[in-house]
């Protein structure tokens, strides 16, 4: 399957499953990777997390490349304001955010400026009563106390990876108390509400939430022109063949 290509002001998110690497897949394919990214790729202890960071720099290299012709190693990529990694040359539209979780990699491109996406692995984090208090706004806590036991970690999840989605699109991460973000998954697509601190936050976000396979939930944020038709957000397969034989 080839990376799909995002028409103007949508976004489109690739995913790939990375379970059938072998550890000899890694150290070849990570030869296509610029000097600075091999380094980073040997210093990483567990295989998964090696493997994570390499496949996610394979698919936006790749990526790059099948939309503009320049070659995958030539990209540079550099950690901007707030240490979210960006395009730095050669200059172009682009603008994309990686995920990684359990054996799924992630990544959202678009010709919006500033998008953001987040993956889970619903077999991860069994949800405590505690990680939704303190995460969670009042009526999302509501919400999920109000669904039986057994959907309560898929619901908390969802609220989770929006709201990584968003903080992960404006590069702000610690600064933000979560529970100031609240989201409603009540309508067609899920809409964000500022409160407390974040009272006054411009609310031109289009989100969406997919579940690319039974157990992962993934969710996306693209600014939105305000008065705008809402960004077309698609998420679709690659298989680690679309990557590694250009
Ligand atoms: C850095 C951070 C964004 C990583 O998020 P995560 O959920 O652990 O991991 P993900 O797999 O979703 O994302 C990792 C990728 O995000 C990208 N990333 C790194 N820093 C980023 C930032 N400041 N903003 C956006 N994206 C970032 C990278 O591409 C990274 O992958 P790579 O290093 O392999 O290239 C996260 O630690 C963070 O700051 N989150 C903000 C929300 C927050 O504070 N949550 C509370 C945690 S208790």
């Not at 072998?22 to 202890?45: I, K, N, V």
């Not at 040359?89 to 010709?111: E, K, M, Q, R």
């Not at 929006?162 to 609240?182: N, P, Q």
């Not at 409603?184 to 997919?210: C, K, M, Q, Y």
């Amino acid at each position: 399957m080839s990376l799909p290509c995002p028409a103007d002001r949508a976004a489109c998110v690739a995913w790939v499953d990375v379970s059938s690497i072998t550890a000899q897949d890694a150290s070849a394919w990570a030869s296509r990777l610029p000097q600075a990214e091999r380094d980073r790729f040997a210093r990483y202890r567990h295989p998964l997390s090696a493997q994570q960071f390499l496949v996610g720099r394979l698919l936006i290299r790749s990526w790059l490349e099948s939309l503009t012709g320049t070659a995958a190693a030539a990209w540079e990529l550099k950690a901007g304001e707030r240490g979210r990694p960006e395009i730095a040359s050669p200059p172009s539209p682009w603008s994309f955010n990686l995920t990684h979780s359990g054996n799924l990699v992630a990544c959202v491109l678009s010709s919006v400026a500033q998008v953001g996406v987040d993956l889970e692995d619903l077999d991860r984090r069994p949800l405590t009563r505690d990680l939704a208090q303190r995460f969670c706004a009042p009526a999302e806590v509501a919400d999920i106390e109000r669904r039986p036991e057994a959907e309560q970690t898929h619901r908390f999840l969802a609220y989770w990876t929006l709201k990584e989605a968003y903080l992960k699109a404006r590069g702000i991460g610690v600064a933000v108390h979560l529970a100031d973000l609240e989201f409603t998954l009540a309508g067609e697509h899920p809409t964000i509400n500022f409160r407390e601190s974040l009272v006054g936050t411009s609310r031109d976000w289009a989100f969406a939430l997919f579940q690319p396979l039974p157990r992962y939930l993934l969710s996306v944020a693209v600014p939105q022109v305000a008065g705008s038709p809402r960004p077309d957000i698609t998420v679709s397969p690659v298989t680690l063949d679309a990557l590694t034989t250009r």
